[in-house]
């Protein structure tokens, strides 16, 4: 009967934790309102990236210069509206460049920057085709421990970020992040090297 009742605390603490203590703002958006879609999701990357060098053995090595260059132009973009979205919302709620509050209510502008908070979490989904392109040209290489960590880890802390969180100190990391990501993803456009 001990064992049960633990289980039992244990399953609605679970339930408190996810559906109580959410922010009610973005509790029901794709993606957020459950931990088991950014799972299972994750979980067929984690078995792509594992498997890889198995699932595209028979297939050529891919030329795909063209398909990388349209990716990162759309991530580049992506990025420069995020970034824009980050800034101007963070100017019209008075942000400053410090730790900021927390705003759950669901006025206009906290919803604008909980919106795209939401277009940044769900941008790290879109990063995960990155590794089935190298896949498909067979640069296995690039498919690292640190590489396959880093989309995983991201993705998990940012549904909590989107789930606890979405807005607040939070924006100010994913400006000065996407910054950086704008950086890279220009670099891959007009490198040929590196596509």
Same mark, same amino acid.
Request: hydrophobic share 45%; aromatic share 18%.
């Given at each position: 009967?001990?064992?049960?009742?633990?289980?039992?605390?244990?399953?609605?603490?679970?339930?408190?934790?996810? %559906?109580?203590?959410?922010?009610? #703002? *973005?509790?029901?958006?794709?993606?957020?309102?459950?931990? +088991?879609? @950014?799972? &299972? =999701? !994750?979980?067929?990357?984690? %078995?792509?990236?594992?498997?890889? #060098? *198995?699932?595209?053995?028979?297939?050529?090595?891919?030329? +795909?210069? @063209?398909? &990388? =260059? !349209?990716?990162?132009?759309?991530?580049?973009?992506?990025?420069?509206?995020?970034?824009?979205?980050?800034?101007?919302?963070?100017? +019209?709620?008075?942000?400053?460049?410090?730790?900021?509050?927390?705003?759950?209510?669901?006025?206009?502008?906290?919803?604008?920057?909980?919106?795209?908070?939401?277009?940044?979490?769900?941008?790290?989904?879109?990063?995960?085709?990155?590794?089935?392109?190298?896949?498909?040209?067979?640069?296995?290489?690039?498919?690292?421990?640190?590489?396959?960590?880093?989309?995983?880890?991201?993705?998990?802390?940012?549904?909590?970020?989107?789930?606890?969180?979405?807005?607040?100190?939070?924006?100010?990391?994913?400006?000065?992040?996407?910054?950086?990501?704008?950086?890279?993803?220009?670099?891959?456009?007009?490198?040929?090297?590196?596509?």
């Amino acid at each position: 009967m001990l064992f049960t009742e633990w289980i039992q605390e244990v399953y609605t603490s679970y339930l408190t934790a996810i %559906y109580e203590m959410a922010d009610p #703002r *973005t509790a029901e958006w794709l993606l957020v309102k459950s931990p +088991l879609y @950014p799972s &299972l =999701i !994750l979980l067929c990357y984690v %078995y792509f990236c594992v498997n890889s #060098r *198995t699932l595209t053995a028979r297939m050529p090595a891919y030329k +795909l210069r @063209p398909v &990388l =260059i !349209l990716y990162n132009l759309f991530m580049v973009i992506l990025s420069s509206y995020m970034v824009v979205e980050f800034f101007l919302t963070a100017y +019209l709620l008075n942000y400053t460049l410090t730790c900021q509050s927390m705003e759950y209510d669901s006025s206009a502008l906290p919803m604008r920057m909980a919106r795209v908070c939401w277009l940044y979490y769900f941008s790290k989904y879109l990063e995960l085709f990155e590794t089935v392109l190298f896949a498909l040209r067979k640069k296995y290489n690039q498919i690292t421990f640190l590489h396959v960590y880093h989309h995983c880890s991201i993705i998990f802390f940012w549904w909590l970020g989107m789930k606890y969180l979405a807005g607040g100190t939070c924006k100010n990391k994913l400006a000065y992040k996407n910054l950086l990501e704008l950086k890279q993803h220009l670099f891959a456009c007009f490198l040929p090297k590196l596509c």
